[in-house]
């Protein structure tokens, strides 16, 4: 079983920065991808970065510039900086990996999709 745990979430005021982290624990092989989704009330969820194993990087187009991922790929976590903050930033944060659980998945190049229990960010308006 794969956990991932969060942390960092807050009240913050317009202009501000936050900094998330995400932790995952469990038994696993490697992860592929690590990010963060967002779901503000009455919004679906979106990407707001993703990081891969190798660096690579993917921002949404409202946090580019704003908002720096990265990864500890020893530590197995992902990050979260935040800077200039906005009210329209207030969601719930979830962190999300792709996950190779054993020696099988490897082979069979299968990854399962776990998420954390999410943490709220506030920017009031």
């Known amino acids: 079983q794969v956990q991932l745990v969060e942390s960092g979430g807050g009240l913050v005021q317009p202009g501000g920065s936050l900094r998330l982290s995400c932790a995952a624990s469990?038994?696993?092989?490697?992860?592929?991808?690590m990010g963060w989704y967002r779901q503000a009330p009455d919004k679906e969820r979106e990407l707001v970065a993703r990081?891969?194993?190798?660096?690579?990087?993917t921002y949404a187009d409202s946090v580019q510039g704003r908002f720096t991922i990265s990864r500890d790929t020893d530590k197995n976590m992902v990050y979260l900086l935040m800077n200039s903050l906005k009210p329209e930033d207030t969601a719930v944060y979830y962190c999300?990996?792709?996950?190779?659980?054993?020696?099988?998945?490897?082979?069979?190049?299968?990854?399962?999709?776990?998420w954390g229990q999410g943490t709220l960010v506030t920017v009031p308006s």
């Open positions: 469990g038994s696993f092989v490697n992860i592929n991808f």
């Open positions: 999300n990996a792709e996950i190779i659980p054993d020696m099988v998945s490897v082979v069979k190049r299968r990854f399962v999709e776990v």
């Open positions: 990081i891969s194993f190798g660096g690579t990087i």
